[in-house]
């Protein structure tokens, strides 16, 4: 992984094709919540398709945790759409068949020159496409288990959120002065419109 890409740094907006055929940004994607970034080595990979399937089944807690999820392959558009439909996921995977994200990360996985994969990372993200924290997949126990995004999405949230603790000082006072913008999702509109 190139050195810049760490925890504080900002991850790269890549613009790729999702699985309708339409090109995306990931911070279109990602709009003013957390996400969840994989990326996978494909359809082919049995460790890729336990992981997600774990993922799948946590999709409902993040969609009402507001935190999005977004999975990028080498897979081409018709095996990027059958890996997700096999899956049953939700979210949005991004089709990279030329590699432009595996190059630019310098993250080709050259051990396996037939498919000629990513290494599978994961990448938990702040608001603004910042890392929060960085998993390194090539072995599957490197892979965050739903446990582990659970304890990061819970520390990520506690750093963003003003409101995450309703008891702490001032913040009853602030609500009944009307200082809405540290409250979600009262801030988020008033960030949006000006």
């Known amino acids: 992984m190139r ?3 760490r ?7 890549y613009q790729l094709t999702d699985q309708t055929g339409t090109r995306r940004r990931l911070s279109e994607l990602q709009g003013s919540d957390p996400m969840i ?14 992981q997600l399937r774990n993922y799948v089944d946590f999709y409902p807690e993040l969609k ?3 935190t999005g999820i977004v999975t990028i392959s080498t897979d081409n558009l018709v095996e990027t759409n059958e890996f997700r439909d096999a899956l049953g996921a939700q979210w949005p995977f991004l089709s990279d068949p030329r590699r432009k994200v595996q190059q630019d990360l310098d ?13 599978p990372y994961t990448v938990v993200l702040e608001p603004g ?3 929060f924290r960085i998993y390194n ?11 582990d995004l659970r304890r990061d999405l819970r520390e990520l949230f ?6 995450w603790d309703l008891s702490a000082d001032g913040l009853r006072e602030a609500w009944e002065r009307g200082e809405k913008d540290r409250f979600f999702p009262y801030g988020e509109r008033l960030r949006k419109s000006a």
């Not at 970034?37 to 336990?50: A, E, Q, Y």
């Not at 993250?107 to 290494?119: K, L, R």
């Open 129 to 131: 496409l910042r890392i």
């Open 7 to 13: 925890p504080g740094a900002v991850f790269p907006d």
């Open 137 to 147: 997949g090539y072995w599957y126990w490197g892979r965050p288990s739903v446990e």
């Open 64 to 66: 009402v945790g507001y």
């Open 3 to 5: 050195r810049d890409i």
């Open 37 to 50: 970034l994989v990326l996978s080595r494909g359809h082919f990979c049995p460790k890729d398709r336990r």
């Open 158 to 163: 506690q750093k963003i959120r003003p409101d």
């Open 107 to 119: 993250i080709q996985e050259y051990t396996d020159p037939h498919h000629d994969p990513m290494i």
